[in-house]
């Protein structure tokens, strides 16, 4: 009887079903809303690319884990999916099929397995992808076409700039519901706040990833962007535009948020979103690029461990140095 | 010490202790001029000659070079080869000594070269030398000019100028550009690590 009063066990005492295949499952569940708004902007072809990407990440996983004489399995637990979604979601709707693959098989291998595949990565695998085909196909990676909404089979594609474009280089502004609402050129999940958003609140709920890092990042970006405004409002854009133009949401809530790529403490993640918002406001506004979302997120994946060393918590009975 | 066979101190630098692959020397002059293999062989072929002959005059001479001022010494050496080298592209091959812009004077400061002649040169007879010279520049040159064939390939769909991959081919430009140098290098370290663990010889 009174075993059954008190069952005496090791640690760990608190159990649950959730391990990191179904984590990154369920991410790919919060990805279908930007998923299903690319089809419905871009056509039937945005559903290709996004097809091919993930069939491409997925084997390339699959090759890599068999040569390494490992479990095949591992090739399908969902992080290499999400990787492929989200490389899809960062290109331009006319970007040739191939291309597609090879970013995503480039992401895959030098941006996830070179350093030990899952959660050994220091950079985002999709936006490793992104920069190589940024760096090798300049020209096929900045077309951009305008949006055609309403599901279409096949789409007769008007070569358009993206808001960004149109604000740095010819001043133009874009009204803030199409931004919202995503009826403007740009990469195939980059273009709609509200879908993006809607990602966002299911992984918050369920708490896979920490919406301090979405918040610092994006609220830096709009107040350092808010500052330039105040400067000189004739030449910069409003913050209202900076954070609902460009890739910055779906950074926020889908490429720095990466449980891998994040520092482990709540003070640090909140660094982490702030200096990577700075590398945009700058880069936007100051670089050679319309945006900046992808190298800030790179760039500011390599500060993690320093974040982490500097933000780690004292044990008890540590002495202050 | 072990006294080692002529051959083997040819061999050496090929792979078991490659400069570039195994131990990572000369990298500025590899990653800069390899975007194409026509610049990778003649940088290969210059560091070829100034390492031989630096290797040459050095061995004769270390005997009667204070010690003191060895490391001067060396590069003054090294630096009259180099300016050799230097003037005859600039006269002979006016267009590849512009592709190769300043990597040429550079070798004056390559790692590869000084580091033979301080580690390998000052304290070996001069037969010796001459076959380490050859093997270090047999084994810098195969790299750089793998590696300039590779991005050439991906960068241009060409190899040594003829076009290989045809016009359905849509160049690279990454593999022109300084990434595609440290990625082409990076794989090749690595495949090269790869094949030392699994094989345990080479």
Same mark, same amino acid.
């Given at each position: 009887? &009174?075993?059954?009063?008190?069952?005496?066990?090791?640690?760990?005492?608190?159990?649950?079903?959730?391990?990191?295949?179904?984590?990154?499952?369920?991410?790919?569940?919060?990805?279908?809303?930007?998923?299903?708004g690319a089809?419905y902007f871009f056509?039937?072809?945005?559903?290709?690319?996004?097809?091919?990407?993930?069939?491409?990440?997925?084997?390339?996983?699959?090759?890599?884990?068999?040569? *390494?004489?490992?479990?095949?399995?591992?090739?399908?637990?969902?992080?290499?999916?999400?990787?492929?979604?989200? =490389?899809?979601?960062?290109?331009?709707?006319?970007?040739?099929?191939?291309?597609?693959?090879?970013?995503?098989?480039?992401?895959?291998?030098?941006?996830?397995?070179?350093?030990?595949?899952?959660?050994?990565?220091?950079?985002?695998?999709?936006?490793?992808?992104?920069?190589?085909?940024?760096?090798?196909?300049?020209?096929?990676?900045?077309?951009?076409?305008?949006p055609?909404p309403?599901?279409?089979?096949?789409?007769?594609?008007?070569?358009?700039?993206?808001?960004?474009?149109?604000?740095?280089?010819?001043?133009?502004?874009?009204?803030?519901?199409?931004?919202?609402?995503g009826n403007?050129?740009?990469?195939?999940?980059?273009t709609?706040?509200?879908?993006?958003?809607?990602?966002?609140?299911?992984?918050?709920?369920?708490?896979?990833?920490?919406?301090?890092?979405?918040? &610092?990042?994006?609220?830096?970006?709009?107040?350092?962007?808010?500052?330039?405004?105040?400067?000189?409002?004739?030449?910069?854009?409003?913050?209202?535009?900076?954070? =609902?133009?460009?890739?910055?949401?779906?950074?926020?809530?889908?490429?720095?948020?990466?449980?891998?790529?994040?520092?482990?403490?709540?003070?640090?993640?909140?660094?982490?979103?702030?200096?990577?918002?700075?590398?945009? #406001?700058?880069?936007?506004?100051?670089?050679?690029?319309?945006?900046?979302?992808?190298?800030?997120?790179?760039?500011?994946?390599?500060?993690?461990?320093?974040?982490?060393?500097?933000?780690?918590?004292?044990?008890?009975?540590?002495?202050?140095? | 010490?072990?006294?080692?066979?002529?051959?083997?101190?040819?061999?050496?630098?090929?792979?078991?202790?490659?400069?570039?692959?195994?131990?990572?020397?000369?990298?500025?002059?590899?990653?800069?001029? &390899?975007?194409?293999?026509?610049?990778?062989?003649?940088?290969?072929?210059?560091?070829?000659?100034?390492?031989?002959?630096?290797?040459?005059?050095?061995?004769?001479?270390?005997?009667?070079?204070?010690?003191? #001022?060895?490391?001067?010494?060396?590069?003054?050496?090294?630096?009259?080869?180099?300016?050799?080298?230097?003037?005859?592209?600039?006269?002979?091959?006016?267009?590849?000594?512009?592709?190769?812009?300043?990597?040429?004077? =550079?070798?004056?400061?390559?790692?590869?070269?000084?580091?033979?002649?301080?580690?390998?040169? &000052?304290?070996?007879?001069?037969?010796?030398?001459?076959?380490?010279?050859?093997?270090?520049?047999?084994?810098?040159?195969? #790299?750089?000019?793998?590696?300039?064939?590779?991005?050439?390939?991906?960068?241009?769909?060409?190899?040594?100028?003829? *076009?290989?991959?045809?016009?359905?081919?849509?160049?690279?430009?990454?593999?022109?550009?300084?990434?595609?140098?440290?990625?082409?290098?990076?794989?090749? #370290?690595?495949?090269?690590?790869?094949?030392?663990?699994?094989?345990?010889?080479?």
């Amino acid at each position: 009887m &009174s075993e059954k009063l008190l069952a005496v066990s090791t640690s760990p005492h608190v159990f649950t079903r959730e391990d990191s295949r179904k984590i990154m499952w369920n991410t790919v569940l919060s990805l279908i809303p930007p998923v299903l708004g690319a089809i419905y902007f871009f056509g039937l072809r945005a559903l290709w690319v996004i097809l091919v990407s993930v069939i491409s990440a997925v084997l390339a996983e699959a090759i890599w884990l068999y040569a *390494r004489k490992m479990p095949l399995s591992m090739a399908i637990d969902g992080s290499q999916v999400i990787t492929g979604i989200l =490389l899809a979601l960062t290109l331009p709707p006319t970007i040739p099929l191939w291309m597609a693959s090879l970013g995503a098989i480039f992401g895959i291998i030098f941006g996830k397995q070179v350093f030990g595949g899952i959660g050994q990565n220091i950079f985002n695998p999709a936006l490793i992808g992104r920069a190589f085909l940024m760096a090798a196909f300049p020209v096929e990676l900045t077309t951009w076409v305008a949006p055609t909404p309403g599901f279409h089979l096949t789409v007769d594609a008007t070569t358009t700039a993206t808001p960004l474009a149109l604000m740095k280089f010819s001043h133009q502004m874009t009204p803030y519901s199409k931004l919202f609402w995503g009826n403007v050129a740009g990469s195939l999940g980059e273009t709609s706040v509200f879908l993006i958003l809607l990602g966002f609140v299911f992984l918050v709920i369920k708490k896979y990833i920490d919406w301090r890092e979405s918040f &610092s990042y994006v609220a830096t970006v709009f107040v350092l962007g808010g500052i330039f405004w105040l400067i000189n409002p004739s030449k910069y854009p409003d913050p209202l535009f900076h954070i =609902l133009s460009g890739g910055l949401m779906l950074g926020a809530v889908y490429m720095i948020t990466d449980m891998v790529t994040s520092p482990v403490t709540p003070k640090g993640r909140i660094i982490y979103g702030i200096g990577a918002g700075i590398l945009v #406001v700058l880069i936007r506004l100051f670089g050679g690029f319309p945006e900046g979302v992808m190298y800030s997120i790179l760039l500011i994946n390599m500060t993690r461990p320093w974040i982490d060393r500097l933000t780690i918590r004292r044990r008890f009975g540590e002495v202050r140095k | 010490m072990k006294k080692r066979s002529l051959f083997y101190e040819f061999k050496k630098g090929l792979v078991a202790e490659n400069p570039v692959l195994i131990m990572l020397l000369g990298l500025c002059s590899t990653l800069a001029v &390899s975007n194409k293999a026509i610049n990778s062989l003649s940088m290969a072929l210059a560091v070829f000659f100034v390492l031989f002959f630096s290797s040459l005059i050095i061995g004769l001479i270390k005997n009667i070079i204070p010690d003191q #001022v060895r490391i001067p010494s060396f590069i003054l050496v090294i630096a009259t080869f180099v300016t050799l080298a230097d003037l005859f592209m600039k006269a002979k091959f006016p267009a590849i000594s512009k592709a190769l812009g300043p990597y040429i004077p =550079l070798i004056v400061v390559n790692c590869i070269i000084l580091g033979r002649q301080e580690a390998f040169v &000052s304290k070996n007879s001069l037969a010796a030398s001459l076959m380490d010279a050859i093997g270090m520049s047999l084994g810098y040159l195969w #790299v750089i000019v793998l590696l300039g064939m590779v991005r050439e390939l991906l960068g241009f769909g060409t190899i040594f100028g003829v *076009r290989v991959l045809g016009s359905w081919f849509k160049p690279w430009l990454v593999m022109v550009l300084p990434p595609g140098s440290f990625i082409t290098l990076g794989i090749f #370290v690595g495949v090269l690590n790869w094949l030392r663990s699994k094989g345990g010889k080479a």
